[in-house]
């Protein structure tokens, strides 16, 4: 299994994708999760709300914050049972942090060069950039101390952090996949179904229990 957290602008959802493409493993992403919540009783107008950004004053004084991680440790539990899995983003790093043989991976860039890659990808002027790029983190950051009390900008939440001012999304995805296979990933691979199955087993609630 990987996790993979990126910074806008990085390179991140290219890295995930040739992943995903290279090893034939399953991705879950945002819109995916968002899916299963959906499916799972989460009403979907809340489940946006929580997309890696920093929710509302209200909502960190309601008991809907414990409701929602439920959902998600449930639904990313279940997704990563099935084996071979990459977790893209909403705190796969910290969900998983606990299993052996979990790669977590953050993908970072300087701020020029992802203002410049943002410029190239999405047709934005340079203010534009670096305006979705100030609001991207600060969501982020929000989200990851709101819902887990964390930094996500700590190194000590990763495995492997990878600067793409120079390497390039092919080169990074190589050196995921060499991380991965390396003997000292690969001998705890064994244990991962193991944990995932003991970790859904433990999630106190389950759908069918949120349903109103």
Known sequence: MITISRQAGAGGEEIAGLLASALGWKTLDNELVETLLSEKGFPQ???????????????????????????LKMVSYEF??????IIFGRGGQLLFA????VLRVRVVAPLEDRVQRLRETAGLEERAARQRIAA?????????????????NSPALYD????????????????????????????????????????????PRRADSYRR
């Open 80 to 85: 990563a049972r099935g084996g071979q899995s």
């Open 136 to 152: 991207s983190d600060n969501h982020r950051e929000g989200f990851y101390r709101f819902l887990f009390h964390a930094d996500w």
């Open 98 to 101: 606990d299993v052996p043989g």
């Open 160 to 203: 492997l952090v990878l600067n793409t001012r120079l390497v390039s999304r092919a080169g990074a995805a190589d050196l995921i996949m060499r991380a991965l296979a390396s003997k000292d990933v690969a001998e705890q691979a064994p244990g991962i179904a193991r944990r995932l199955e003991s970790l859904y087993q433990m999630n």
């Open 45 to 71: 107008l809340e489940a946006q709300s929580y997309t890696e950004r920093q929710p509302v004053l209200w909502r960190r004084l309601s008991a809907d914050k414990d409701r929602y991680l439920q959902f």
